[in-house]
């Protein structure tokens, strides 16, 4: 630190008295409605100890649970990712009409209730909607199976990689790819060795929200899964049945293994933040006219 | 204008276009398309049923209460983060985005847990005669949760790029810290604070996961509107669902359209400043 705060003016908020409540009142709230939640979930896992916590996770249902949803993870992931980074590309480094609009639409699954999503796939790819009596004539299953799970997973994270990159990327602009395609590199070379390596970390950081968003999405899941016991139940509909089953202590112990994923994923975004990502802007800035 | 040189145009805005359309776009305009078959009069008689109605009700009765808790609470949060430095700050910080990580079934089940009359704070306060659990009192503290981080993270940034010198010509003036804060400070947050102010209150209109555990599920006075649209789909009565569905939408668009003109506002603002 260049300067010590006493040969500053003191500003305002800055008395003693004031100070030390201010602080003293928003930890205490914070430590009642953000860290007692989480504490109480370890508390609830264990209270029937180590035994009914080891067989809850070690259950069939609980372990096909887990891996229906990291196969989710692994499919909706990869291509919301790529779908980000094509957004991105397009947006910022080329002029078009309908821009701004396209940025709106894209933003739209943040304020959807997953509800409402669950609830518009169904009236897609349902026997009540627009391709389901074609899909059913032709025996292929998208809802109550993985694929309508992926689908409803990919409408709620939609826009999480691309709303980190275009603003990073707009803010860098066009001229070093500009000059690598002068030079003769190829689009793709260019793409890989000019473009990746300067947002690196606010994709990654896009990926790790993205990923930690598809693993614990509950509403829009369980409206399109038909939440098959064993079949098409993901880790958070598994929780939810346990729960409703009376077996508080396996919903629990479900649920701490999403509450280690969130730890885990504020961990890496605080590490992520450090290197310079995840600066946060709207999209909706990105949307205002290039620079010189 | 320059030309633009660079190749991909047609690759990558098609690929956007497409997953966009695919994902986005056809399954909202389905539903749209379902609730407009229904005819203005029989979706009026649905969407205006004594049901649904109270629904909206406790949906946006406690997201305003929960917002405006939030109000207080996140400027104060995001007042202490970022002009007082003090031991465990960073910890503080990145614990403030816990409520976006943690899968919302998850925070449903723990608060339930934490306010159910055997839990930790519900035995307390069911001393002191206040139910919490499975009242409309647990639906506003699960949209707190869930919705604390926005304006936290909405006014934050602008609290960091506050220049002191405006501080200081206050207090040259002779401006009491109060004074300061409401005629100098509190202006110039204001579009931010009304940016996270929206957004708080648009997540929780459409918050599900986290409520539908704490909040006890009676019709007419502790049934979300999101949970009467789940219950009207096991019910196979889709068209209800696809209607009151489409009132939850066409609010969450009527917020989204002031979320963008404030966050507008609020970005000509900062530039001007």
Known sequence: MAHTASRKPPRVGDSPIFRRSLIGVVLILGALLIVAPLLVIGHEAFKQGWKVYIDT????????????????????????????????????????????????????????????????????YGLQGLFGPWLDDHDIKILF???GIILASMFVTAPFVARELIPLMQAQGRDLEEAATSLGASGWRTFFSVTIPNVKWALLYGVVLCNARVMGEFG????????????????????????????????????????????????????????????????????????? | MRRNILPGLRLSLGITLFYVGLIVVLPLAALVVKAASLGPAEYWLIVSSSRALASYRVTALSALVATVFNLFFGLALAWVLTRYRFPGRR??????????????????????????????????LSEAGIKVAYTPIGIMIAMCFTSLPFIVRTVQPVLEDLDPALEEAAQSLGGSDWTIFRKVILPLLTPALLAGLSLSFARSLGEFGAIIFIAGNQPMSTEITALLIFIRLEE?????????????????????AVTNWLQARALRYTLKG
């Open chain 2, 91 to 124: 910890i503080v910080d990145a614990m403030v985005d816990l409520p976006f990580a943690l899968p919302t079934a998850v925070a449903g089940i723990s608060l339930t847990a934490l306010f159910s009359s055997n839990g930790w704070f519900g035995s307390l």
């Open chain 2, 236 to 256: 196979y009565d889709y068209q209800a669902a696809a209607a009151i569905a489409s009132v939850l939408l066409l609010t969450a668009f009527a917020m989204l």
């Open chain 1, 57 to 124: 996770l070690s259950h069939p249902d609980t372990r096909h649970a887990i891996m229906l949803t990291v196969i989710t993870a692994l499919i909706a992931v990869p291509v919301n990712t790529a779908f980000g980074v094509a957004a991105a590309w397009a947006i910022t480094k080329f002029d078009f009409r309908g821009k701004r609009l396209l940025l709106v639409v894209i933003e739209i699954p943040f304020s959807v209730s997953p509800i409402v999503a669950g609830v518009a796939y169904l009236f897609v």
């Open chain 1, 145 to 147: 199976a993985l694929p």
């Open chain 1, 220 to 292: 829009a899941v369980s409206v399109v899964s038909g939440n098959i016991r064993g079949q098409t139940n993901t880790l958070p509909l598994h929780i939810e049945l346990l729960y409703h089953d009376y077996q508080a202590a396996g919903a629990f112990a479900s649920a701490s293994i999403l509450a280690l994923l969130a730890v885990f994923t504020i961990i890496a975004k605080v590490a992520l933040e450090r290197r310079g990502a995840g600066r946060r802007k709207t999209l909706s800035d990105a949307a205002a006219p290039t620079g010189p």
